[in-house]
């Protein structure tokens, strides 16, 4: 299981930050070549993109770079600097359609061949932010063995509907909840919208919170002090991590081993699908490397 909970943008350009990236503590560094590049710097910022992925020191995150949309035209020459080995996946920004995976899933392969790379050694990420994405999410989550994720990009998103953006936003379920319903089906993890208000760590809390009750399993961060908050909501926590302990021992022991296929704990009725959800947290909470006391 590939851990993502917290997925730090970092500007390629700018060297001080992609030095003190490593230090943040999150489960991605995400090199950024798109939003916040000039046009004028795409070129440079490709090969400080590629510097740093033959050169940070290697321990304890994934390494992706965030590539310029496929209609932009700037996406090949993108793939061309940036894949090499070193590079786990790209987040394929503005993703509308599948086709627009299977054509960037079509440049890696030339790429990892010409590299001497395994066929398949870098994953995909989608970015779906504009309305005609969210409404396609089941095609581009199912596009390309390659997907390791799929991700939502509000602000983007907001901008192509017209939304009004609010603290609460309670605008965002049900992109949100089309998006990680479509990840599930393809089974793999749903990647929230980064807090652009990175000063106000309770509200980030509560957002990364809401999105996690909605299925997502890791958060986009555009600033380093946003790391800790999103990696302690995306991990489960003690007391979940003992009750699941308590429902997989009870249901093992009472329930699978005599022949039952429910059991009451603690005056709940305890069944398969609950079983199977203990499992998967307590698979998620060794992935994260967290536990609980005995």
């Not at 999150?26 to 590049?37: H, P, T």
């Not at 991590?241 to 296929?261: Q, T």
């Amino acid at each position: 299981m590939r851990i993502m909970r917290s997925l730090l943008f970092v500007p390629s350009i700018v060297e001080r930050f992609v030095q003190r990236a490593p230090k943040a503590g999150a489960d991605v560094i995400c090199l950024d070549l798109e939003d916040s590049i000039p046009p004028a710097e795409k070129a440079r910022a490709r090969a400080m993109a590629a510097e740093a992925i033959d050169t940070m020191p290697r321990t304890g995150y994934a390494a992706f770079v965030r590539v310029n949309a496929v209609h932009t035209g700037l996406l090949e020459d993108d793939l061309i600097s940036v894949v090499r080995p070193g590079l786990d996946a790209i987040v394929l920004s503005k993703t509308e359609s599948a086709e627009a995976v299977e054509r960037a899933d079509h440049y890696i392969t030339i790429l990892e061949r010409q590299a001497g790379m395994e066929t398949g050694a870098i994953g995909i990420v989608p970015l779906i932010e504009s309305a005609v994405g969210i409404l396609n999410c089941r095609e581009i989550c199912a596009a390309s063995p390659r997907l390791v994720g799929a991700s939502l990009g509000a602000e983007d998103l907001a901008a192509d509907m017209g939304m009004i953006r609010s603290k609460a936003a309670r605008e965002l379920d049900w992109p949100r909840a089309q998006l990680s319903t479509a990840a599930a089906a393809a089974g793999v993890v749903a990647i929230d919208t980064p807090e652009p208000d990175y000063a106000d760590s309770e509200h980030l809390e509560r957002d990364a919170s809401l999105a996690r009750s909605l299925g997502f399993r890791g958060k986009y961060c555009i600033h380093p002090d946003q790391v800790d908050v999103v990696n302690r909501v995306f991990s489960p926590s003690e007391q979940e991590i003992s009750e699941a302990r308590e429902i997989v021992r009870l249901l093992d022991e009472e329930g699978i081993a005599k022949g039952r296929a429910a059991i009451p704990i603690n005056g709940k009725m305890i069944d398969t699908p609950a079983y199977c959800q203990a499992k998967r947290l307590l698979r998620w909470a060794e992935a994260a490397g967290v536990s609980a006391k005995e």
